[in-house]
């Protein structure tokens, strides 16, 4: 089992009420990849350019991700963002956003890995989704993600990708903004209505909901006392989810559970500053919160 993901790899520059970083190794993609890491074999496709630093790259290959996929592009800038928190976290300025290698890059999928079991295609051009979704041969599951920008640029394009994935990851203002809709349930709907299969609805601090056609879910956040940068976290739980699911047989009893598994990795993502946290997190402590979520929201029926 492997799975792909597709997307960006960056170096941020972030703020928050607790710190500041510059060059901080960040990223749809890398969060992904190194969530997915704690389930099953990860596959990045993603470029950076000539001012990559050798060490970032030296720590994803430590997390045993396969990086024949991450080209470095010739006289080419690795994409930058950079943003401030507000101080209860829940909103951020935008600082900038510099696509450099990522405005003009067209990924081709390395030898064999069209054979990749599973897919998840971070925030990009939606184009690009849609190419690399059908590169593939006989994926058992994908999922796409997208970002305000393409939402804005290139809507319809947005849609089309993904009505082909089996999974859609969007966080609430991206849910209301596709869907005209103010309520998340109704926002859900909105999106299954315009031909998406499955929705996950990713709400920050509160956790997700999932939404499909036979199904209906919302998994908690966990909660934490400190947070140190919320960065990552949505791309942390797709991966996470995804991961799970390529080792599973794929079913509605084991969507709910690849959801806490979701949440129970962003929960940790947010402890450091981007990816940090999750560059030294060991399976042990995921299982550990994992059981402290189902103690979280267990009960017994009422008779």
Excluded at 159 to 185: H, P
Excluded at 221 to 245: E, H, M, R, S
């Amino acid at each position: 089992m492997t799975l792909l993901v597709s997307g960006w790899v960056a170096l941020d520059e972030i703020e928050t009420p607790v710190s500041r970083v510059e060059e901080s190794l960040g990223g749809s993609a890398t969060c992904a990849a190194l969530a997915a890491t704690h389930f099953t074999d990860v596959r990045l496709l993603a470029a950076v350019g000539e001012d990559f630093p050798t060490a970032e790259r030296i720590k994803m290959e430590g997390r045993g991700i396969d990086l024949k996929g991450l080209r470095t592009i010739e006289g080419g800038q690795t994409s930058r963002w950079g943003a401030r928190y507000s101080s209860d976290m829940n909103t951020r300025d935008t600082l900038y956003t510099h696509l450099g290698v990522n405005a003009a890059w067209n990924p081709t999928l390395p030898k064999t890995w069209e054979n990749s079991s599973t897919a998840f295609m971070a925030a990009g051009e939606p184009a690009t989704q849609i190419a690399l979704l059908e590169a593939l041969t006989s994926p058992r599951a994908t999922m796409v993600d997208t970002i305000q920008i393409y939402i804005n640029t290139a809507r319809q394009d947005v849609i089309a990708a993904m009505q082909q994935a089996d999974f859609v990851s969007v966080n609430e203002t991206e849910a209301r903004q596709l869907t005209g809709k103010a309520g998340i349930a109704k926002a859900g709907q909105a999106l299954l209505e315009t031909g998406m299969h499955a929705a996950i609805i990713k709400l920050g601090e509160y956790g997700a909901v999932y939404a499909s056609r036979d199904d209906y879910f919302v998994a908690p956040g966990y909660p934490l006392k400190n947070v140190v940068d919320p960065t990552g976290a949505g791309d942390t739980f797709a991966g996470a989810f995804l991961g799970y699911l390529d080792t599973v047989e794929i079913n509605p009893a084991e969507v709910r559970r690849a959801m806490i598994y979701g949440s129970t990795i962003a929960s940790f993502a947010v402890e450091g500053f981007g990816p940090s946290r999750l560059l030294d997190l060991t399976h042990d402590e995921v299982e550990q919160r994992f059981k402290e979520f189902h103690l979280l929201t267990s009960f017994k029926e009422v008779k």
